[in-house]
């Protein structure tokens, strides 16, 4: 199983960045989907995660600016960022708790993409 993102880059503060990972490999079903995101000299914190039912949770610094969404078809999930803060700079990782076509549950990080907010 591989998480795979894509996205991530450079933009001015008030901008705005869509990034994008997909699952792929032997899988047979994906639990939860997320996003998470590592600064220089800070811990890894929740952006955001998304339930296969679809309920949605957000870190509280991302709230009303950031969207989590997933398309079930393609084995995705998306994270929409809107007026974007240079302390969004980071790291973004995806996250996936995905039960392979063996059933054994696992949690898979994808590789991390930069994100960089400018001032």
């Known amino acids: 199983v591989q998480l795979v993102e894509s996205g991530g880059g450079l933009v001015q503060a008030g901008g705005s960045l869509r990034l994008s990972c997909a699952a792929s490999?032997?899988?047979?079903?994906?639990?939860?989907m997320g996003w998470y995101r590592q600064a220089p000299g800070k811990q890894r914190e929740l952006v955001a995660t998304?339930?296969?039912?679809?309920?949605?949770n957000y870190g509280d610094s991302v709230k009303g600016r950031f969207t989590i969404s997933r398309d079930k078809t393609k084995n995705t999930v998306y994270l929409e960022m809107n007026s974007l803060k240079p302390e969004d700079t980071a790291v973004y990782y995806c996250?996936?708790?995905?039960?392979?076509?063996?059933?054994?549950?696992?949690?898979?990080w994808g590789q991390g993409t930069q994100v960089t907010v400018s001032s």
């Open positions: 996250n996936a708790e995905i039960a392979d076509t063996r059933f054994r549950p696992g949690n898979y």
């Open positions: 490999g032997s899988i047979f079903s994906i639990n939860s």
């Open positions: 998304i339930t296969s039912g679809g309920s949605t």
